[in-house]
Structures are given as C-alpha cells and as structure tokens.
Antibody, heavy 122, light 110 residues
Framework: QVQLVQSGAEVKKPGASVKVSCKASGYSFTAYAIHWVRQAPGHGLEWLGWINGGNGYKKLSRKFQDRLTISRDTSANTAYMDLSSLTSKDTAIYYCARPLTGANPPDGFDLWGLGTMVTVSS | QSVLTQPPSVSGTPGQRVTISCFGSDPNIGTNFVYWYQQLPGTAPKLLMY???HRASGVSDRFSASKSSTAASLAIIGLRSEDEAEYYCATWDDNLSGVVFGGGTKLTVL
C-alpha cells in the first residue's frame, strides 16, 4: 500500500525543537522527493521545504531556512522535519507529501501523510 | 497575506455550477503550472487538478480547471453536498524559489 506514515502528536515548550518523521511505503523512496507543508489552526497551507529522496538535495522556504532542517534516511525510507526555536505561531498540523513526479519545479502532491499536530505552549 | 489570491468563500445550491478564482503574478502563475487541492474538514489535502487543467486520478469529471496569464480558476458543475470543502490553488514562485498556496476558498453547498 502506497502511503506516508507520520509520527505522533507533539507538545513542546517555546524555544524548544520538534522533529517529525514521515515513513514512506509501497513505492521507491529514492525516486521521489518529500515535501513538508503545515497548516495552523483555522488557517491555510504553508510550504516549508523539500528533500530529494534519492540524492538528498534540499530546498527550504526562505521563511524557515534559519531554523528548519530536513533530512532523510534511505535505509528506513523515512524523511524528517526538524524545526527549532519554536513559538506559539508554530502550532500547526505538519504534513509530509509526495509529488506526482520528479519534475522541477515540483509537481503537485498526490500523496499526503495524515499530518502531525505540533502544539507549542508554555 | 498569501501570494496567490482566492475568494474566502463561495456558495451554490445542488446542481449548480460554481467557480473559484486564483490570482497571482508573472513569477508564479504566469510562469508555472497551477495545481488545485480539496481539503475536507479534518483531513489532509487531496490533489484535484494538476498542471493547470489535468484531473488527478479518480477525480470526478465534474471538476475542471483552466489558466490564463496570471490567473487560474477551478470550476465545479453539478454541485453536490460532498463538494463542501476548502479549496486551495498552488504553484511554484520563481522569485521566492518555493511552492506558494492561495489562502483557500470555503465552498458551501446550500
């Protein structure tokens, strides 16, 4: 079954970091990129960045590039999103998503994880 | 403020046709493909349309999309209650070097 399975919900204090995982199954992990998109409560979608599952190339949103790390473990078919210096504004559902193809600029995302709720609260 | 501008809400009655607009500029819609997503409450987004006007796998032919210059639109005909959802347009922005989304449009079926 082709799917992306994300890690569970997290509650963090302001200033802390959070690491969310996204495990791919049912397809060749190295043939596609994994993108990260977040959605704050009651708000729209916001793109964070992507990592190429094959060569590890990364592209981060300029808004987050100072505190966002995206990585992958090809042996585990898993991508990771690590966001540091958290504030309440980072409270959101974090999704991983796979594009249709390996095109650049990226194609649409036809496979999504269920999302990981990250709550930042003191 | 989103880079792509969508109306916050649209509505229609069952069987009607509705359209959702998405306005951008040269570095984004003017240069790159547009994608549309449907998000039902409490679920992850679902790809509806890709590369301007292609329906994603399994998507009803009641959905169609188009792009002209720096604007795109999604049309839904034969509106059904199950179409009630949030709809997002998205594309790549050459200046920002990133994926950008519209602010989303809430479709209400009256």
């Amino acid at each position: 079954q082709v799917q992306l399975v994300q890690s569970g919900a997290e509650v963090k204090k302001p200033g802390a970091s959070v690491k969310v995982s996204c495990k791919a199954s049912g397809y060749s992990f190295t043939a596609y990129a994994i993108h990260w998109v977040r959605q704050a409560p009651g708000h729209g979608l916001e793109w964070l960045g992507w990592i190429n599952g094959g060569n590890g190339y990364k592209k981060l949103s300029r808004k987050f590039q100072d505190r966002l790390t995206i990585s992958r473990d090809t042996s585990a078919n898993t991508a990771y999103m690590d966001l540091s210096s958290l504030t309440s504004k980072d409270t959101a559902i974090y999704y991983c998503a796979r594009p249709l193809t390996g095109a650049n600029p990226p194609d649409g995302f036809d496979l999504w994880g269920l999302g990981t709720m990250v709550t930042v609260s003191s | 403020q989103s880079v792509l501008t969508q109306p916050p809400s649209v509505s229609g009655t069952p069987g009607q046709r509705v359209t959702i607009s998405c306005f951008g500029s040269d570095p984004n819609i003017g240069t790159n493909f547009v994608y549309w997503y449907q998000q039902l409450p409490g679920t992850a987004p679902k790809l509806l349309m890709y590369r301007n006007d292609h329906r994603a796998s399994g998507v009803s032919d009641r959905f169609s999309a188009s792009k002209s210059s720096t604007a795109a639109s999604l049309a839904i005909i034969g509106l059904r209650s199950e179409d009630e959802a949030e709809y997002y347009c998205a594309t790549w922005d050459d200046n920002l070097s990133g994926v950008v989304f519209g602010g989303g449009t809430k479709l209400t079926v009256l």
